[in-house]
Each structure stands twice: as C-alpha cells, then as structure tokens.
C-alpha cells in the first residue's frame, strides 16, 4: 500500500488530521490498535475551546456540535462559603463549549466513512521504519495479515503509551508527576449547575461538570494509589455534596454509570519532528485535566500540522520545518497553565500552601487583569 501520510493512532488527533488532509486534497491512512467502537466510547475530555469549535464549524463538523454543545460563558470557581463567577465573554470576548470528546470523536468517525477515508483498527505490531528517509510502517491487520504502508510521511497520533515517540532518537523530556488523582465519574442526573464550577476545599479539589441536559460529570481529588472499591456510590455523593456544597445550593443526585482513577501528570517530549516523522497530540505531551486543555491541544497541534503538510505537499517546507518550535510554543503555555490552576485547586503541602491557594483564588475573582489571564488561557487562545 501506498499513501501520502500514515497516521498512527485513530483518536481525536489522528482522526481530525486525516479529515483536514482530506479537505486538502491529500490521503492518508489510520492505523488504529483498537476497535473503532473502544475509541469511541472512552470517556475523557468535555470541554471545547473557543477556537476548537470554529475549527470544527469551519470544517464540515459543526451541525451537531451546533445543536447539541452547550455554550458557556464561563465557570464559577470556588472555596468554602465562596463561589464566583467568571464570565468569560465580559472578561476577553470568548466562549468555550460543553461537547464531549466521545461526540467529536463520533462526528470525526462519521466524516471518515462518508469520505470514505482508510482506516485500519484493531491493528498489531505497529512499526515504524526508515523515518528519515523512506518511510514505512509495518503492522499485523484485524485478519492476522501481515501488513505495510509506504508514506511520504507518517505522523504519530498514537497518545501517551504509542510507539511513535520512541522513533524520535535522543529526545529530551520534561516530566511532572502530581502527588494526586482524580476520581471521575459520571452520573445520569441533570446537571445542578449552570456552569462548570471548580472547588477548592479542605478535604482535596472538586468538580461538576456535565455532558447533556441529563448527565452529568464530577471529579474528586484522591490519591494516586486509590483503591476505587473503597468509593461506594455513597460515599461519592457524601464527598462531592460537602466539597461542592455553598449555603442554598443542593446537589442532586442520580445513578453512577461509571467510575474510574485518572493519574495526573505533565510530560512534554521535544523534539516533535524527526526527519518524516512528526508527532502531534499525547504522543509529544501530556498535561493534568484541571485547565481542560489535552484535547484542545491535541487538536491545535494537528490544525498546525495539517496547514504545514499541505504546504509541503506544495513545495513550501518552511511550515513543517517550524513545526516542532512553533507547535512548542503553544504546547509550553498549556503546560503552565494547566499545572497552575492544578496546583491552586488541588490539596497538597502544607497550611501555608493552603493559604497562597486561597489568596491566588481570591486574587483571581477580584482583579480584572488575574481573571482575564485565566480567562484567555481557559477560553484558549487563538490557533
Ligand atoms: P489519544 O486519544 O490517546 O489517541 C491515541 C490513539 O492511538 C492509539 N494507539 C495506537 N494505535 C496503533 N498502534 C499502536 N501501537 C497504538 N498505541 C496507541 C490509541 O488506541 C488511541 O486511540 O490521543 P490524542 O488523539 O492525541 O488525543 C488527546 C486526548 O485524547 C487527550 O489529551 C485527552 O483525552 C486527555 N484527557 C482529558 N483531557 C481533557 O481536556 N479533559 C479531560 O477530562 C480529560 N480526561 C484524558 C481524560 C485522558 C485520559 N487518558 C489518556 C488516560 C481522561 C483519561 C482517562
Ligand atoms: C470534563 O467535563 O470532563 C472536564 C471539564 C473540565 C476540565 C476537566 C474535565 O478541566
């Protein structure tokens, strides 16, 4: 087989590249080590980007998220007897959207068949070859079959725990690991907010966010090592009631349909290009959830990557050769402002900390240049 991209990996980063490719003019092939069902089920991100949602608009994927995303102006932020609302469209003139990376992964999937794209899924043995100067990617397909991909150029879109990172030699990582999880879960109840709120308490973090009308999505600081059968649906309600809760307000309750520990942590992994191959997405890095930016930026490196490729394809390589520092730039403020707002919310250190956290809270909520800063980096900035 020939292509002009292999693309490893077939979640939002590998899919969307494909699809802006494909506008383009250019083919690909996904190689995908699950089933197309297991990608699209897994539950992760929620929220969307102003510039996400124009991207996607822009691009033939908006009817649904249209009729179905649920817009928010801001989000409320939190601590005992305290909770503020940022308003996102007064404060820097964006918004961001409540859409679920199961539903973008969904209308992505649904582009692919009607364009009629390849894809491979429940791949094995994925390898790359000769990435610097003809490269190819062998894998085993769903059949047994021995298989191999000839490509001007392959991108690794393969996440965390894929292969492609490992072809880039020498590379150079920067790593975090935070000394907390989160708890997710998820619940077919209507949401008891208007918009996400994000509390600081003294017993750790906690989160309300949602996914429709009728479900909703909550996250509780533990620890890393959390045994998840200690966390009756009891118990659950019993913590997210006491950390959520403000004078007036109630929590309504509804039936878990699942539950699962998150690890955090920040990693980033430069260089992002080497030679043909080039990385996008959680192949190059990782950042904690607390500031709602993996996705998005896993999508910001690919709506980059794509305008490069094709302008390559083209004849013009100064695109592709900026890629890794330009992609970089924006992948380092993510980095810092996820592992800012993770570091304000989260329980962790000492008395003293706890006190810095509520002053940086009450900071945030009452000057207008703090709130706009996490506002513009929250809303995201422009891609
Ligand atoms: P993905 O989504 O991990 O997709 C990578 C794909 O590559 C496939 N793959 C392979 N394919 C072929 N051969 C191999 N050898 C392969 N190895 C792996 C995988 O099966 C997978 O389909 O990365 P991508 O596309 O870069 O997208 C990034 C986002 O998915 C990610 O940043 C976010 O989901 C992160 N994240 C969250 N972000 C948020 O903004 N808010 C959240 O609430 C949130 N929750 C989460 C998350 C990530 C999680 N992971 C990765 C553990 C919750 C979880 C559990
Ligand atoms: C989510 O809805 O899953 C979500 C929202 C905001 C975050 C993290 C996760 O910061």
Redesign the pocket.
Known sequence: MRTQVAI????????LLSHLLGLEGIDSVL????TAEY?QA??????LEAGTVELLRNTGLGDRLDAEGMEHRGIHLQWPENRHHLDFVDLIGRSVTVYG?TEVTKDLMAAREKAGRPAFYS?SD?TLHDVTEQPSVS?VDADGRAQRIDADVVVG???????SRTSVPSPQVWERTYPFAWL?VLADVAPSTDELIYAWHPDGFAMHSMRSPRVSRFYLQVTPDEDIAQWSDDRIWTALSARLGVAGWTLETGPITEK?V??MRSFVSTPMRHGNLYL????AH??P?T????????VADVALLATALTASFRGDDSLVDAYSETALRRVWRCTHFSWWMTSMLHRHGDDFDAQLQLSQLRRTVTSEPAARELADNYAGLPL
């Not at 897994?42 to 929220?47: D, E, K, L, N, Q």
């Open positions: 490893v990996g077939a979640g939002p980063a590998g899919l190689l995908e080590r699950q990608v897994r539950i992760r991100a929620g929220i990376q791949v994925v894998f879109c393969d996440g965390f725990h894929g292969p997710g699962s998150l690890p996008a997405g959680d192949a990782i950042v959830p500031g709602a930016k993996g996705l998005n930026l896993a």
